[in-house]
């Protein structure tokens, strides 16, 4: 299919989760009560000791308390509630102040609405939080960027609009006599688990891709969780890193059609073809096989897409498909001959139904 280049730097870059301040070193806090929604974005940290700051909060923060007015089991609900409503994701209770340790109403109130809440010790001031914040957000950003022009250059040599050269010269850990390289492919942007050897991270629009050596991104393929699709491309000599690219890209496309990782192997089928082909060679099927037919079930509803879609599906039968549509088979050969005689294919062979799964390949599921 044709694509869109990569899009400019003004994506999103990664943000600080609950449960990573849990993992600051210099910051000893703990979680008490449930672990729910420590996978939250935390966009900032506010202190107050109101039991509605609502009015004061934009989502997304770590709210910071003493507890000096949550006296009571109503109280404690009060200034859930009110965090609840503004989109808080989390409470850092400061300990030894007023309390040593959280109220347990407070405690219940934010279980019972999935709200963490964090032991605070004496010794962190609560301008730990903002001042850690602003550190991590800058460096999540310094990174998102590099990740975006690695992409960026990722895919320009994918896609023939740069050289390999260029990449190898300036990733220059990558390029060593006797290393052969692989990649790494899959939807979304977040966070990668730890990659063992030298690899670059890449955004390709909606997409990461890791670039790296054959033996750190074999690990990172089986590390991955099962419910994590991947496309993965090479190993090959890094003067090949165009294939190794090209390769994870339509590996992933296929990954997602089946529902399952796929790798080079996986493109050496029809289906992995088909997500290689641009637009422009797939126009004539998409203009001399599908439209002809969907013209046709427009104007006389005739069903013949949906008989062509089974038909295919049911690896050429026409017993099968009449079976599955409760159609006579008589029926079934009728419109596999009205198609015919739309396409000038004979679908009933093998060359004719290659041409129908490409031509289909264009047309939007249903």
Known sequence: ???????????????????????WPDVPIDLLGSTTGLDRHVRWAQATELLDPSPFLRGGEVVLTTGLELRGAAECRQFVDALVRAGAVAIGYGVDVVTSRPPGPLLAAADAAGLPVLRVP??????????????????????????LAAGHLFDAVRRGLADPVVLLERFGELDRPGVELAAACFAGRERLPHVPGPHRVGYVRDRTVVLGTAGAVAELVASMADDVLLGHGGPAAGRDVRRVLGEAVAALDVALGRGRTAGPRDLASL?????????????????????????????????????????????GSVARTAAVLYLHPNTVRKRLDRIDGLTGLEVREPAGRVALRIALSSAPPG
């Open 122 to 147: 004496r010794t962190v001031p609560f301008v730990t939080f903002t001042e850690r914040l602003a550190q991590e957000q800058t460096r999540m950003w310094v990174l998102a960027q590099d990740r």
């Open 1 to 23: 299919m044709t694509e869109a280049p990569a899009t400019p730097a003004t994506a999103v870059p990664l943000q600080v989760r609950v449960g990573d301040m849990l993992r």
């Open 271 to 315: 289906d992995g073809l088909l997500h290689r082909l641009t637009a422009e060679q797939l126009e004539p099927f998409r203009d001399h096989v599908l439209r002809p037919v969907v013209e046709h079930d427009r104007k006389r509803s005739a069903s013949l897409l949906a008989t062509a879609r089974a038909f295919l599906a049911h690896d």
